[in-house]
């Protein structure tokens, strides 16, 4: 048995836009719903989400049925974490808080086996079929999502060097962090927010490299796929549910 190619890094490193979906219930049985829309990525979150490893598990199952790419973002650029998220099978990671290309390749050496990284070895994982993955080793370096997120005004200025870094499979930019890093907590729309975004990703897209973002305004949305950034996540589950829920009953007390 050979390890399959993964979907969502074929398709980034071939310039195809991809939609994405941000999984924050921490729930396999949620995580089964949202599968079956067709979104060709979703981020299960860890970061701030009450999710731990099983019920990453549970989500990365639920997903395995499905044509959806699952990404993991971990807590943290933490080695042991990021050891045990790709032995229980996530194709990809996004790193939160990348602030330096030294920070980045300590996330990328974290997705490799050594010599090239520091991943621990286990000849039995859920990430191989349990030892049935005969290529698994000599392939899952070149199959596994490595995606870094800039968050802060001192991140995009190191954008460049961020993205150089051998090993990253593409950058995503965080406005909601980088809002606030401006002086404008909540806002992650500002104009002033994106005035600093937009140069910085243009200039990588120019580059060649695959850049992401979320925002939760399809049109917003659309239009940055348009300008040439490569995965796009445009809605929050939780946010979707609460919103649904809300419209739902306001349309019960006033129909008109």
């Known amino acids: 048995m050979n390890l399959p190619p ?5 398709a980034i490193r071939a ?3 991809q939609i994405g979906i941000w999984v924050s219930l921490s729930n396999a049985f949620a995580a089964e719903a949202v599968a079956g829309a067709g979104f060709d990525w979703a981020l299960i979150d860890m970061e701030h989400s009450p999710n731990e490893l099983t019920t990453v598990l549970g989500q990365l199952q639920a997903f395995a049925a499905y044509g959806t790419t699952p990404i993991v973002r971990p807590d943290w650029n933490d080695a042991v974490k990021v050891k045990r998220l790709l032995d229980i099978g ?3 990671l996004l790193f939160p808080m990348v602030q330096t290309a030294d920070e980045a390749a300590r996330a990328v050496a974290a997705c490799h086996y050594p010599p090239r990284g520091m991943r621990g070895v286990s000849g039995t994982t859920r990430a191989n079929r349990f030892g049935r993955i005969t290529d698994y080793f000599a392939r899952v370096g070149e199959e596994t999502a490595v995606l870094v997120q800039l968050e802060t005004r001192a991140a995009l200025e190191r954008a ?8 990253v499979d593409g950058v995503f930019f965080g406005p909601a962090d980088i809002a606030a890093d401006m002086g404008l907590l909540g806002q992650p729309v500002h104009p ?3 005035a600093a975004i937009l140069p910085v990703a243009h200039a990588l ?3 060649g490299v695959p850049v992401g973002t979320l925002v939760t305004d399809p049109a917003r949305a659309r239009s940055l796929l348009g300008e040439g950034f490569r995965f796009v996540a445009c809605g929050i589950d939780t946010a979707i549910l609460a919103r649904g829920a809300d419209n739902l009953l306001k349309s019960m007390k006033d129909p008109g």
């Open 90 to 92: 996530a194709p990809g």
């Open 15 to 17: 310039g195809q836009p």
């Open 6 to 10: 993964n979907r969502f890094l074929a």
């Open 192 to 194: 002033q927010v994106w």
């Open 160 to 167: 460049d060097e961020i993205a150089a870094v051998a090993g």
């Open 205 to 207: 897209i120019a580059r």
